[in-house]
């Protein structure tokens, strides 16, 4: 597998998990504890994930929790555009990721407030076409519900890519996306097989309700079931970790057990 992306230049190594922090400029995102709205909010959240040890913040706009409000694409790119230009002021030089899936929103975003990666649940042909011209990475999101059809729906996605001249292509299972929890577990247990994609595998399961309602709590309880999927998800050969709770994430890779 080939575990290098091109971020601007810069080559990233994922044969090395890495940690990306979350950084929500929403009202309502599932987590309370995720919610940046201020400028002096963003710019501490900017600070302590790269203070914590993350490699990428993800910065999202637009909530899309099951059942959360959609703001129109105006709102999203008002909240983005003042997100980013806080977090390239206090921390210039870290990976930001942009998490939308707005084509025209990830044009911006890259192109004119200085987004590196492209994160979107919600594959299209549009962005397909933006993020190929743009040329940067883009991760990109599974809503199957089993692993069977995730890795023929990946496959199919995959290969449309490049064949639009995407190079850098990061998969994510979708945990929480189109899925019961029976089905979100299944896929888990399964995950090693989308080794056979050889592309890096980003999962985001961070204080997700498949662990808190297994778990018979709420997302502000789930950071201890949150690190143990963690910790699953790495035996399992993920390369990045989507999360709320960064300095617990970077410790459970640190002591990951090395294949």
């Not at 575990?3 to 929403?26: A, Y």
């Not at 909010?41 to 040890?53: H, L």
């Not at 997100?83 to 025209?104: C, G, K, N, W």
């Not at 790495?234 to 410790?251: F, P, W």
């Amino acid at each position: 597998m080939n575990s290098l992306i091109n971020v601007r230049g810069r080559l990233i190594d994922l044969s090395q998990p890495i940690v990306m922090g979350i950084l929500n400029v929403t009202p309502d995102s599932f987590y309370g504890g995720s919610r940046t709205m201020t400028e002096e909010a963003i710019a501490a959240r900017a600070r302590q994930i790269v203070g914590e040890g993350a490699g990428i913040i993800d910065v999202g706009a637009c909530s899309t929790r099951p059942g959360g409000e959609v703001v129109d694409e105006a709102e999203e790119l008002r909240r983005l555009e003042t997100a980013l230009h806080i977090v390239r002021s206090v921390v210039p030089e870290a990976i930001v990721s942009v998490d939308t899936f707005r084509p025209e929103v990830a044009r911006r975003c890259i192109d004119e407030w200085g987004a590196d990666i492209v994160n979107d649940v919600a594959p299209s042909a549009e962005m397909f076409d933006v993020v190929a011209e743009l040329g940067v990475p883009y991760v990109l999101t599974s809503r199957a519900a089993t692993m069977a059809e995730m890795l023929k729906e990946l496959s199919g996605m995959v290969n449309d890519l490049r064949s639009r001249g995407q190079k850098d292509i990061i998969i994510d299972p979708g945990f929480g996306f189109g899925k019961t929890t029976e089905q979100n577990f299944a896929v888990l247990a399964d995950m090693e097989r989308l080794q056979w994609l050889e592309l890096p595998v980003l999962v985001g399961v961070s204080r997700k309700s498949m662990i808190y309602k297994t778990l018979g709590v709420g997302p502000d309880e789930a950071l201890n079931g949150t690190t143990a999927i963690h910790a699953i998800a790495l035996q399992k050969g993920a390369a990045i970790l989507r999360v709320h709770d960064v300095r617990e994430a970077v410790e459970t890779v640190a002591l990951r057990v090395k294949r």
